[in-house]
């Protein structure tokens, strides 16, 4: 799709025809820390468990359910996919402890330095709050959404017009093989490219791509899987390098940054697998830009599409589709806001 008045395009998805909330993610397998340099646990494959998979009508939606993840499938044709991010805060942990609040779900992962990452997820699966708390008590709030107001449909889609870019198309979508390390770091820390009209929950930015497309982005297709498989091998986890000496340097300017990394697949085989592999390859690298780089995993969310947003409209084989993105969403969570020094700790963002 065009943007009006720009040579940039932003791809769009027609909003769903099923307004209700979307289902919880799963619950987390284990609340047990990881040690650092562990083998990986759970399936790493999709043969591992694509025979495991369930599936159910709900509301006028198709809902699949596999080990550690949730797809829903729209009668419009969107899919939209769930899982739970406590798992990948699990690494490194000291220790984790899990509580009720009020009917709402915390999770408090303690880390060796005796910081605190404190989750808090709503009944209904959504996130509430996520906050890191120092040793002596002081506390940053990385993401907020218990604010009163406006909501989309079901909570989780809002329907836009295009963002109006007027920014060059190489600056609007980096590619991350040709970018300089400044380059890298200057679209990490970019404000949006259309005003943002007001604060957004982590699910409508998730689920939103007008929402997401307000900001800009870095594609990294360069990244080798082996098929069927979201591990990423030692010989391609030093390409994420770069990307990650610029997110360390826009969290140490700004503690509350937090950035999506987007998992996409070309349109070969099926739908659901594909949605399924770039969900967990998202979330792999997200996992490696922790464990490998000291990106701090609170500041990060991940998210698979699948093929339902293709830079190369073709059914084939295309390496250009198989792509991880990269893009700093702290705007759309605090309503644009994010250019802002950061607040002395303690201080919860404007609601």
Do not use: C
């Not at 005796?114 to 993401?143: A, K, M």
Request: hydrophobic residues 30%; aromatic residues 6%; without cysteine.
């Amino acid at each position: 799709m065009q943007a009006p008045g720009s040579n940039a395009k932003v791809i769009n998805a027609p909003p769903p025809q099923v307004n209700a909330p979307l289902p919880p993610p799963p619950a987390s397998a284990a609340v047990t820390p990881i040690a650092p340099g562990a083998a990986p646990q759970g399936p790493r494959r999709m043969d591992d468990f694509r025979g495991q998979r369930t599936e159910r009508q709900e509301g006028g939606r198709t809902v699949i359910t596999e080990p550690g993840r949730v797809i829903v499938r729209d009668p419009g044709g969107q899919s939209f996919i769930r899982h739970n991010e406590v798992d990948r805060f699990r690494y490194g942990a000291r220790d984790i402890r899990t509580d009720r609040v009020g009917g709402d779900d915390r999770t408090i992962v303690m880390r060796p330095d005796g910081s605190q990452i404190v989750t808090l997820v709503g009944r209904d699966g959504q996130l509430l709050r996520r906050t890191r708390r120092d040793r002596d008590g002081r506390e940053i709030v990385i993401i907020d959404n218990s604010f009163r107001g406006p909501r989309g449909p079901g909570g989780f889609f809002v329907d836009l017009p295009p963002p109006v870019i007027r920014i060059p198309q190489d600056r609007y979508i980096v590619d991350y093989d040709q970018a300089s390390p400044d380059l890298v770091y200057d679209t990490l820390i970019a404000p949006p490219v259309d005003r943002i009209e007001r604060r957004y929950t982590l699910d409508e930015i998730r689920y939103s791509p007008m929402v997401r497309q307000r900001m800009p982005s870095i594609d990294l297709d360069t990244i080798n899987f082996d098929t069927g498989s979201w591990d990423i091998p030692p010989d391609q986890a030093s390409k994420l390098k770069v990307i990650a000496d610029g997110l360390n340097r826009a969290i140490s300017r700004n503690p509350r940054s937090v950035f999506l990394i987007e998992g996409h697949t070309d349109a070969v085989g099926s739908d659901v697998d594909n949605l399924s592999l770039s969900d967990r390859r998202a979330e792999s690298a997200a996992e490696l830009l922790t464990q490998q780089f000291q990106v701090p995993a609170e500041n990060l969310t991940s998210q698979g599409y699948g093929e339902q947003y293709l830079k190369i409209q073709t059914d084939g084989p295309e390496r250009r589709n198989r792509r991880v993105t990269i893009r700093n969403i702290t705007p759309l969570l605090n309503g644009g806001q994010a250019s802002l020094p950061p607040p002395p700790p303690g201080t919860a963002p404007p609601r």
